[in-house]
């Protein structure tokens, strides 16, 4: 089976999105030697971190797209399949910022917390330009509700890190408990 991760979200070092996703590619590294893992990285001047991976079955696909075009292409949008980037997979998992279409490849997602419904105000709510730097901070809050729009009607499994999180998931986006997995922080 071959299986795309998006590790973009390693860029931000130290963060929980980051660490956990850390753990969960370390480990399933360490256990499965079977099948075949193809990362997708973007970012247009964020570094990916040095990932010691010791599996000849996990290559890495790297591109210099920020998450602003990502998040117009893919939850606005809702264009050009991930396989155009990564080539084809049977299984499709995604994180923090973007939800890609498929071709054909199943998708799963890994959902954090719902804190763009429930404390709007705690995250980046506008977009804003930097003109002199030629950067772009996007309205967070915005960019996730697009995204999670299209996790509610394409996703085939949600990854919750925390009971709290698959309750809001159900309670908040009305998603199928049957749809949701918590795997814990502590992978």
Not at 47 to 57: A, F, Q, T
Not at 71 to 91: C, K, Q, S, T, Y
Request: aromatic share 10%; glycine share 4%; net charge positive.
């Amino acid at each position: 089976m071959i299986i795309g991760i998006d590790i973009s979200q390693l860029t931000y070092k130290n963060t929980g999105v980051s660490n956990y996703l850390k753990s969960l590619l370390s480990y399933l590294f360490e256990i499965d030697k079977k099948n075949q893992y193809i990362l997708f990285y973007s970012s247009l001047r964020g570094k990916l971190p040095e990932l010691n991976i010791e599996n000849p079955n996990v290559s890495i696909k790297k591109f210099k797209i920020p998450p602003t075009i990502l998040d117009i292409m893919w939850n606005r949008l809702h264009v050009f399949p991930i396989e155009n980037f990564i080539g084809n997979v049977d299984i499709y998992i995604s994180s923090d910022w973007t939800e890609p279409p498929t071709k054909h490849a199943k998708k799963v997602t890994i959902l954090y917390d719902l804190i763009v419904y429930k404390y709007p105000e705690e995250s980046h709510n506008q977009t804003s330009f930097n003109p002199f730097r030629f950067i772009i901070s996007p309205n967070i809050v915005s960019s996730q509700k697009r995204k999670l729009k299209w996790v509610r009607k394409e996703t085939d499994r949600i990854l919750c890190i925390s009971e709290a999180t698959k309750k809001d998931a159900i309670e908040i986006l009305g998603i199928n408990e049957k749809k949701l997995e918590v795997i814990n922080v502590g992978v």
